[in-house]
Nanobody
Framework: QPQLVESGGGLVQPGGSLRLSCVASGFDLPYYAIGWFRQAHGKEREGVSC????????NFADSVKGRFTISRDNAKNTVYLQMNSLSTEDTAVYFC????????????????????WGQGTQVTVSS
């Protein structure tokens, strides 16, 4: 059964850092682009970052550019989201999702194009 499990969330002070992990099982991770999304309380879900198959391409929302990085280790079936210089605006539940893109290194922006989703991990930035 395909599954994505996020971890690494928690409470951090403004200016701090967290590294989220997304572990995949039950499907061939190398053939999937992986996106990170977040949803703050009372707000719509938004795309945060994405990494293509083979890690040849990445993209980031304007709000996190220069602060977040994304990487993948297919041997460990894991994708990471390193989040630095966190602010209260980054408080949200963070989800990872997998999109079947076996032939072309692209990152779908539409959440509807993602096949599998994790349950999410809470990130709270507060002093």
């Amino acid at each position: 059964q395909p599954q994505l499990v996020e971890s690494g969330g928690g409470l951090v002070q403004p200016g701090g850092s967290l590294r989220l992990s997304c572990v995949a099982s039950g499907f061939d991770l190398p053939y999937y682009a992986i996106g990170w999304f977040r949803q703050a309380h009372g707000k719509e879900r938004e795309g945060v970052s994405c990494i293509t198959i083979r890690g040849v391409g990445t993209n980031f929302a304007d709000s996190v550019k220069g602060r977040f990085t994304i990487s993948r280790d297919n041997a460990k079936n894991t994708v990471y989201l390193q989040m630095n210089s966190l602010s209260t605006e980054d408080t949200a539940v963070y989800f990872c999702a997998a999109s079947w893109t076996p032939l072309t290194p692209v990152c779908p922006s539409d959440g509807g194009r993602y096949n599998y989703w994790g349950q999410g991990t809470q990130v709270t930035v507060s002093s």
